[in-house]
């Protein structure tokens, strides 16, 4: 006579509860990582398009024509 009972099944396991957890919360991880690269990338394109944002950062003009400039000319150097 052979017992009813056997063993329980895998997708009952401690082990294979444990790795679905973890897959879960890898899989909602990368979720919301695409979704904020998705909306950064979104703010690029339509600063790029001519669109003024309205947030603190502003763009900083340069007086020479966009160039920082290194103050050596006013350094007078002893040869």
Request: hydrophobic share 45%; with cysteine; aromatic share 12%.
């Amino acid at each position: 006579a052979l017992s009813a009972q056997t063993e329980a099944p895998f997708y009952e396991e401690w082990w294979f509860l444990l790795v679905m957890a973890l897959s879960s919360l890898i899989f909602i991880l990368v979720v919301v990582f695409a979704l904020v690269l998705h909306g950064q990338s979104k703010k690029y394109k339509n600063c790029s398009t001519g669109k003024t944002i309205s947030n603190v950062e502003e763009s900083v003009t340069l007086d020479n024509g966009g160039f920082t400039a290194l103050e050596l000319n006013s350094r007078h150097l002893n040869i």
